[in-house]
């Protein structure tokens, strides 16, 4: 009897955040479907042809949120945090979830399915954390955590561009007394989360209501409010590096080129992004190549 084939991804729970681009999502679920992961998939409800075209897929370990729970994404809304939560609380449900990565519909693997593995199963939560109050101004910093924020994309809505420029008018809010004296903490929304960790994060969320009214007024929360929750707990002592690569173009990650990939992998990251077959298909043909350890292609 042939043994069959090692599931190097077996105990992760991949949550994945997607709204578009069904064809590009769809060879991410089926690669982590392929190594062993079970993949949580969270469609925003105006994504139908997304929705059907996953559906219709029928991959094994996929659980796909249902309509009734998604929420309506917008760009720097809560409504982001809010899909994750609801991601990692169907994920942690089931038995046998040992590692979290929260992932986009855009992104592919970096690196062969066992060393992705063995470099993410080393105890530690891999992001990207930094104190708030070490960015300036013009970046992070604790501006997004003293005034409130429109959600909403400023760099082509000058509506919103304009109240989140005037919103210091209103006066900062006193993060001293609405954080409780936790320190804010910033860095980018992807991430990875040993299983412990996420259970403690979640803990702390269910005993402490204030922590998520604070942050549903507080700017682009997806970039602060699972990293402040990490440093509320012992578990922000354990750190890796961060778990994805991307390449900035102003306030957005531009589409990865194939003369992206040798930067991308010298990284160390295990997930990289931005990903569009459409766009740039060779690309994508080399990161699923070289994520396979006999050199296969998956569907590129």
């Known amino acids: 009897m042939v043994a069959p084939p090692p599931r190097p991804l077996a105990g992760f729970a991949c949550l994945v955040l997607a709204h578009d681009n069904p064809a590009q999502l769809l060879?991410?679920?089926?690669w982590l479907s392929a190594q062993g992961a079970a993949c949580h998939l969270h469609l925003d409800p105006r994504a139908?042809?997304?929705?059907?075209?996953v559906e219709a897929t029928a991959l094994p370990g996929l659980h796909l949120l249902p309509e009734a729970r998604s929420q309506r994404i917008e760009w720097g809304g809560?409504?982001?945090?809010?899909?994750?939560?609801?991601?990692m609380h169907q994920a942690l449900a089931q038995?046998?979830?040992?590692?979290?990565?929260?992932?986009?519909?855009?992104?592919?693997?970096?690196?062969?399915a066992a060393e992705l593995a063995?470099?993410?199963?080393?105890?530690?939560?891999?992001l990207d954390?930094?104190?708030?109050?070490?960015?300036?101004p013009e970046r992070e910093s604790l501006h997004r955590f003293w005034f409130r924020g429109v959600p909403g994309r400023q760099e082509s809505r000058p509506l919103v561009r304009w109240l989140n420029r005037n919103a210091w008018r209103l006066g900062p809010r006193d993060l001293a007394r609405g954080l409780h004296g936790l320190t804010p903490m910033v860095g980018s929304q992807w991430w990875h989360l040993a299983a412990p960790a996420a259970r403690d994060m979640l803990a702390f969320l269910a005993e402490n209501p204030w922590f998520e009214a604070f942050f549903r007024h507080a700017r682009i929360p997806d970039e602060s409010f699972f990293h402040t929750?990490?440093?509320?707990?012992?578990?922000?002592?354990?750190?890796?590096p961060p778990m994805s690569w991307q390449s900035m173009q102003g306030y957005s990650p531009r589409v990865l080129a194939a003369a992206d990939l040798p930067k991308a992998r010298a990284s160390g990251a295990a997930f990289g992004r931005k990903f569009d077959l459409a766009a740039q298909p060779e690309a994508?043909?080399?990161a699923l190549q070289a994520a396979q350890a006999e050199g296969a292609v998956i569907g590129a």
């Open 284 to 286: 994508v043909r080399l």
């Open 78 to 87: 809560y409504a982001m945090v809010s899909a994750t939560l609801a991601l």
């Open 229 to 240: 929750l990490l440093g509320a707990t012992p578990h922000v002592a354990r750190l890796g």
């Open 27 to 30: 060879l991410l679920l089926r």
């Open 95 to 112: 038995p046998g979830v040992t590692q979290l990565c929260l992932l986009s519909g855009t992104h592919l693997p970096l690196l062969p």
């Open 48 to 53: 139908a042809p997304v929705r059907a075209a």
């Open 129 to 136: 954390l930094r104190f708030a109050c070490m960015e300036p």
């Open 118 to 126: 063995a470099r993410l199963s080393d105890g530690c939560s891999h």
